[in-house]
């Protein structure tokens, strides 16, 4: 009777026991179950709708399809993230709490362009995304770009490959960015050929970039939506085009947003000669003007300030670094003649290009010519260049001495845009 009577205690013991376990599954079990549906479609540079508002908190199966060309992502304020491919479409599930959810899309400049949004509660306003930081990179050090201007290329048809690599350069003694280049240098590589030649581009984007790149060849002639359109990380693409014209020309990535692309550091110049050259001369240098809107230490150029109606550049510089040529000056010889090929990258401000102590005795800006030796002996003092404008100036130095190379816009001279030439031993006293 005793065992019969323990069994039976037994059994009532683990039947308790198996019904609490099945109770506490059913518990866990609810806890994962969809309270709703959501879904959202990311376009070029934008989420739809912008915002999501749901009755209740939960866990909701999201739907977002990409309509765009490139891949996105949507990152929650939470930690989920959600990548999408160009064309492609995903399922995955979020719990939205009581206080609601922020959302962007990570990928540089993406955020400040507008793909952000919320979800929120019955109509009540989310908590905000995370604070991202970034530490100070102090062991990145400006490089002092070379300025000379390269050799024209050699024969008629051109082979250049240009990659596009993201990485973290300083563009001031106190300023890290990571920028978006052609070849890891900003400006990217000059590229120098005549009338007539045939110009083949191969424009790689590395699988470890983040973003899609483009090229726009100002020189060019082609359609927008055919050799200019974006490639994704991982893709290749062949650009192929004809100087036609001589001048100064710009290249720069033109992917959405390109004011975004061009502030971050990807232009360069391209040197077209007349078919029968350029006359000799002692000394030819490259100069490129144009603008940084610092973000966080490390982080991406600000697009807000860039995008601003009446934008403030934190530096404007030559060649990509602040002062650098005031600290490294660059060298020509006493009377000698000097060729400066200059451009204007921008991306928003005009420049007024002047070196001090020199009057150009020969400009050729987009087409037009001061020559030398003119009829009234006329010279120039300065050359105005909008964003994406070149010219070609050339002078001599009459004495051994310093001529600073600045914009005459002097407000922006002690942001960065300032320069010496170092004519002799830069002393005129002897």
């Not at 994962?32 to 959501?38: A, D, R």
């Not at 978006?180 to 083949?200: E, L, M, N, Q, S």
């Not at 000394?283 to 809107?293: D, N, P, R, T």
């Not at 005795?361 to 987009?366: A, P, Y």
Request: charged fraction near 20%.
């Amino acid at each position: 009777m005793n065992i019969v009577i323990r069994y039976l205690l037994f059994a009532s013991a683990a039947l308790t026991l198996l019904c609490s376990c099945q109770t506490g599954a059913l518990k866990a079990s609810a806890s994962n179950e969809t309270v709703g549906e959501l879904s959202l479609v990311m376009h070029d540079l934008s989420y739809e709708p912008a915002a999501l508002d749901v009755s209740r908190s939960g866990r909701y199966r999201i739907t977002v399809k990409n309509e765009s060309a490139v891949p996105h992502d949507v990152e929650f304020a939470n930690g989920i993230r959600i990548d999408v491919g160009p064309k492609q479409s995903t399922t995955s599930f979020i719990d939205v709490p009581g206080e609601g959810l922020a959302y962007r899309c990570s990928l540089p400049g993406h955020e400040q362009a507008g793909m952000k949004g919320f979800i929120s509660v019955n109509r009540q306003t989310p908590g905000s995304l995370r604070v991202h930081t970034h530490t100070p990179e102090s062991t990145i050090k400006p490089e002092r770009v070379n300025p000379e201007a390269p050799h024209r290329l050699p024969g008629k048809l051109h082979n250049i490959e240009l990659v596009a690599i993201e990485s973290n350069m300083a563009v001031a003694k106190d300023a890290v960015q990571n920028l978006w280049t052609f070849g890891g240098h900003v400006p990217g590589p000059v590229i120098r050929v005549k009338v007539g030649d045939k110009v083949r581009v191969h424009l790689i984007n590395p699988s470890t970039n983040k973003l899609p790149h483009s090229v726009d060849f100002h020189a060019s002639q082609v359609a927008w939506n055919d050799e200019m359109t974006s490639i994704n990380p991982g893709e290749d693409k062949i650009y192929e085009w004809k100087a036609d014209y001589a001048g100064v020309w710009m290249y720069h990535c033109g992917s959405n947003p390109a004011l975004h692309h061009i502030a971050s550091g990807m232009y360069g110049m391209v040197i077209v000669e007349p078919a029968g050259g350029l006359s000799p001369v002692d000394h030819e240098f490259a100069l490129v003007q144009s603008e940084f809107y610092i973000g966080d230490q490390g982080s991406t150029t600000d697009l807000n300030k860039a995008a601003s109606g009446h934008p403030s550049p934190d530096y404007v510089v030559f060649n990509g670094v602040a002062m650098q040529y005031k600290d490294e000056p660059i060298a020509v010889k006493t009377g000698k003649k000097v060729r400066i090929f200059v451009m204007n990258a921008g991306p928003n401000e005009d420049s007024a290009f002047h070196i001090v102590g020199t009057i150009f005795n020969r400009v050729i800006k987009e087409g037009m010519e001061l020559s030398p030796g003119n009829k009234g002996h006329w010279g120039s003092q300065a050359v105005d260049l909008a964003p994406s404008q070149g010219a070609i100036v050339e002078f001599t130095t009459k004495e051994d001495g310093l001529y600073p190379i600045v914009t005459h816009a002097f407000n922006f001279v002690g942001k960065g845009a300032l320069g010496l030439i170092k004519a002799g031993d830069g002393d005129p006293i002897h």
